[in-house]
DNA sequence: GAACCTCACTTCGTATACACCTTGTCAGGT
DNA sequence: ACCTGACAAGGTGTATACGAAGTGAGGTTC
């Protein structure tokens, strides 16, 4: 269903795992689906080794779990699995925010209008929320990118795919969503500033602030542990959004 | 050269994978060199498609870097990647090793009988490094998974297999060994205590000792960036070693 | 009636064939 | 002598065919 062209300009792989993941992260694969290759490779209009290749890397990236001479299916995850990519998230990124700020490669101009694009959505009367994703997924990966640590970047975009499954942006009340974007123009003045401590309470603050927001915003948010997933499917957009919280 | 069963007990695609990452993590595949498919296939005498997944998945790893319709080449480090490894591993093995203290999931005992092996081992006449190096490997695994984080336990195993490479424990003095295989004991000592900032203390005075241990076993210790990598062959052991600093 | 066995089906794992891309080389022209 | 274009070779990217393993349904036996 909803096939478009059968190969892209190049790259049948390439396709496949994007498309597959877009289909994972909007909620049309629930978790616990089988990704069976044969009915995929019908379905994009590829054959099977494009398929595996991309099931490989969703497999890699803990988005789908592979089961010996069974198949590879979506991965399913708890409020335990949020608190686990939460938890690294608050480590990380102000660690490499304070790196950020004293190595000289931040570029302020891009975060600062980054930030100013995010109050501009924000305000308006029906905010964009897959615009707001975007610019704050470009965002956080810009810090992190002035951290001048490769390693860095890749670790963190490798976790922060599973909260994008919970659409966490809808779990923002107005007032979390302001202090947010605040944070954000707080984090441009430290890196600017280039004080490392003041650069990676901000992010540290921000990082928390996001995870509170969502467990908030859970129904069950008393047991910490077993929740099973909501999953909400809610508009799949076209563009690739991949942010995670404001 | 040197195939011994055309196929081991099941799986192609395993086989070839850690038949080529042993390749690499010994220095039989250089940094920069091609990896071929066809080549490998006949080499492993298997055929290109299991050669394809392991090449995938060592591509995932960072231990090979894919070029499209290029082709695949051992990935090239430099001192630089080594401080960015050692830098993330001393934010994250602290880390997990002070939640450790607290989970109430550590095996005291296994990990006790660890140190006081790796002692025996670094006491005999002629230390076997591949040794300790596998039981220090299953030590700080252990820590690690005693932080009751599935996700940082994946992580820092990613990471971790790049100082394989540069054979970490040869550039170890007698008075730096001992030293941390004192940090085992004490590290133990700690989450027995189950006390999460003295954990933390000590993980990370070990991790940055072993750090200060290879950036003083190389030989260009000055500039902290190009360094190209001197990739010690060494003697190729058959034991899969697995483990990064003591 | 329940447990076990058999058989067919589904799906993965692997092998192989073919097409396209990239690149190095060589002839021809400037 | 240098640059430019076409041609050929090597290699990856993709498609397809075949074999193996696991699963579930249906029948048989105790």
Known sequence: MAEQIPVEGRGAAEYAYGEVRRQIITGQRAGGDWLR?????????????????????????????????????????????????FSLRSILEPWGSARAATSGLAELGRLDSLAVEMDRCAAQERPDIDEITRLNNEFHQLVLEAAGHVRLVHLVSAVVDVPLVWRTFSHYSPEALRRSLAHHHELVDALRAGDPGWAESVMHSHVRAAWSSIRDGQPSGGEPGETPLPATPSTPSPERSAGPEC
Chains 1, 2 share one sequence.
């Open 37 to 85: 290759e044969g009915d995929l490779a019908t379905e994009l209009g590829v054959s099977r080794t494009p398929i595996r290749e991309a099931l490989q890397r969703l497999t890699a990236e803990g988005l789908a779990r592979h089961e010996p001479n069974r198949g590879v299916r979506v991965e399913s995850w708890t409020s335990a699995d949020l608190d686990e990519i």
